[in-house]
């Protein structure tokens, strides 16, 4: 009888060792580990509402007017999104605009897990967020770019900050036509 009481006790003590173990396993895949990411965090897709040649541009004017050219991003990500914060580097990697866009504000994608999110960018530097995604114009450059911007975003929520690069940049030109 002896024997049987102490089974029970190493049973017991292996049942709370395996439930200690397994905790931080179940909050992790649950997106809940503190302070960390899940891995759905993907940086899916750039285009912009300007195309030259099939590639998409930026256009500090089109038709002699700055009115702006629409960035769409593509992303993934599970879990509640609070916001993601936009931000344009210049070639050289100096920050030319920022914008934090809050989760509400994304526009779900083709897929579960799957966000756009539209910006404008004028000329002048400034980041406007969109409601919709503007359909794509065909326009023709005229001359070299005048530089070109990469897209880096970070995605926030309550326990983390994912940041995401881009690695596409896309050329800006000073005159479009339509």
Known sequence: ????????????????????????????????????????????TLTSSATAAGAPVLCNAVNGADSGTQIVIGLAAGGTIQNVRVTLKDDAGKV???????????????KDGEYLLPVTRKATGTLTVDKAVASTS????????????????VINRSRSAVPLASTVTLPVYASCAK
């Open 1 to 44: 009888m002896l024997k049987l009481r102490s089974d029970a006790k190493v049973n017991r003590m292996k049942k709370v060792i395996l439930a200690a173990l397994a905790t931080p396993l179940v909050l992790a895949s649950c997106g809940t580990a503190l302070g960390g990411t899940d891995g759905s965090e993907k940086f899916l």
């Open 96 to 110: 030319v605009s920022t914008t934090d866009v809050a989760g509400s504000y994304l526009i779900k994608g083709a």
């Open 138 to 153: 065909a326009v023709t450059v005229s001359g070299a770019p005048v530089g070109t911007l990469k897209t880096d975003i």
